[in-house]
């Protein structure tokens, strides 16, 4: 479903970053949560060595004011997730998460909640005609990142974060 990009921060009930980062490409999407519904706010798709990559989840967890930062456990998310729990970045503590299926099963097991349209894009925003293709070409494509931490995030939420976490009214914001 599409959204008008412009909705008030203020009604979501927490944002939260989800960030897939793997030895060709890292991708990190960002979401917001409002009812039983869930918003892409935003996507980052780029090469990134390990330094930059974890200076950029935490600018992305400040500019958002994330409530949450999920990172996958597998390779280098593993050290990632160790520097930015030891670290103090005056971001929230990231969650490990680990896959359980292969990507394709992962997605597959998401698709009713996204065609019940419980999950929302932005009407008009650079990165969509991209994130477009990639889900287009899925699994066949030559990248899938977008899309794992899609399905990622989803799996998280409606499995996991949803009795794990409770997520805080945002404020003046």
């Known amino acids: 479903m599409i959204y008008d990009e412009k909705i008030d921060r203020r009604y979501l009930r927490g944002i939260a970053l989800t960030c897939k980062p793997n030895p060709v490409i890292k991708g990190c999407t960002t979401w917001g949560v409002a009812g039983g519904d869930l918003h892409l706010l935003d996507v980052e798709r780029a090469w990134r060595d390990f330094p930059s990559l974890k200076r950029r989840i935490v600018e992305l967890a400040t500019q958002w004011n994330a409530r949450n930062i999920i990172i996958e456990d597998k390779g280098s998310g593993t ?66 990142d977008q899309v794992d931490s899609i399905s990622q995030f989803l799996a998280w939420h409606f499995d996991m974060g949803s009795r794990v976490v409770q997520f805080a009214r945002i404020g003046g914001v």
Not at 109 to 124: D, K, M
């Open 79 to 144: 050290s990632l997730i160790q520097q930015l729990r030891t670290e103090h970045h005056g971001i929230p503590y990231p969650t490990a998460f680990l896959p359980r299926d292969d990507k394709i099963t992962r997605l597959h097991a998401q698709s009713a909640r996204i065609e019940a349209g419980h999950v929302w894009l932005p009407e008009r925003v650079p990165w969509l005609e991209d994130l477009r293709a990639e889900i287009a070409s899925f699994p066949h494509g030559r990248h899938y």
